[in-house]
T-cell receptor, first 111, second 115 residues
Framework: RKEVEQDPGPFNVPEGATVAFNCTYSNSASQSFFWYRQDCRKEPKLLMSVYSSGNEDGRFTAQLNRASQYISLLIRDSKLSDSATYLCVAGFSGGYQKVTFGTGTKLQVIP | EAGVAQSPRYKIIEKRQSVAFWCNPISGHATLYWYQQILGQGPKLLIQFQNNGVVDDSQLPKDRFSAERLKGVDSTLKIQPAKLEDSAVYLC?????????????FGPGTRLTVL
């Protein structure tokens, strides 16, 4: 079983739609969680950290469910510019921060 | 603030040749990572340095890959000899040693093609 699993997609959604991605992690010791965005042929960039209480940044909402070991990302009112691959990351500290990336979920927002 | 620098941006070599990549992290960042990202997959950690010491190289193919971070700043990653399956983007990232929630900042990557 992969440490971090994501549905690779692609998710093709119309502009203005709401879309949600889930990601599961296998290491129950994971303490830190992130969503990164990666545009085609570019490096990953942090989209948002995921906190236990959940967090929102504009049109983006991230949630953590420790009991079921998954995190989610909700994008409201999708824009064409949201088209990218979204990478889920789980990490823990065993003296140093160790993170594992998922394979990514591809989102294509269509006009 | 300057970002993570990597060079070269692109490299094409033949199998069995050697290649080296260079990374200069963000100033003051103690932790440096090298990742391999194969097309369609997420970044896979190859090696992680904390200052100039290795803290995780469990997924580094040590028979052909090596990395060093002398003086705890710049780092080089070498492949010798290269195989066809090494074709990938090699990403360097750095992170300050502040806490668990600190983000990693990635460089633009080196795209390696092995023919």
């Amino acid at each position: 079983r992969k440490e971090v699993e994501q549905d690779p997609g692609p998710f093709n959604v119309p502009e203005g739609a709401t879309v949600a991605f889930n990601c599961t992690y296998s290491n129950s010791a994971s303490q830190s969680f992130f969503w990164y965005r990666q545009d085609c042929r570019k490096e990953p960039k942090l989209l948002m950290s995921v906190y236990s209480s959940g967090n929102e940044d504009g049109r983006f909402t991230a949630q953590l469910n420790r009991a079921s070991q998954y995190i989610s990302l909700l994008i409201r009112d999708s824009k064409l510019s949201d088209s990218a691959t979204y990478l889920c990351v789980a990490g823990f500290s065993g003296g140093y921060q160790k993170v594992t990336f998922g394979t990514g979920t591809k989102l294509q927002v269509i006009p | 603030e300057a970002g993570v620098a990597q060079s070269p941006r692109y490299k094409i070599i033949e199998k069995r040749q050697s290649v080296a990549f260079w990374c200069n992290p963000i100033s003051g960042h103690a932790t440096l990572y090298w990742y391999q990202q194969i097309l369609g997959q997420g970044p896979k950690l190859l090696i992680q340095f904390q200052n100039n010491g290795v803290v995780d190289d469990s997924q580094l193919p040590k028979d052909r890959f090596s990395a060093e971070r002398l003086k705890g700043v710049d780092s080089t990653l070498k492949i010798q000899p290269a195989k066809l399956e090494d074709s990938a983007v090699y990403l360097c990232a750095s992170r300050s040693l502040q806490g668990l929630t600190d983000t990693q900042y990635f460089g633009p990557g080196t795209r390696l093609t092995v023919l």
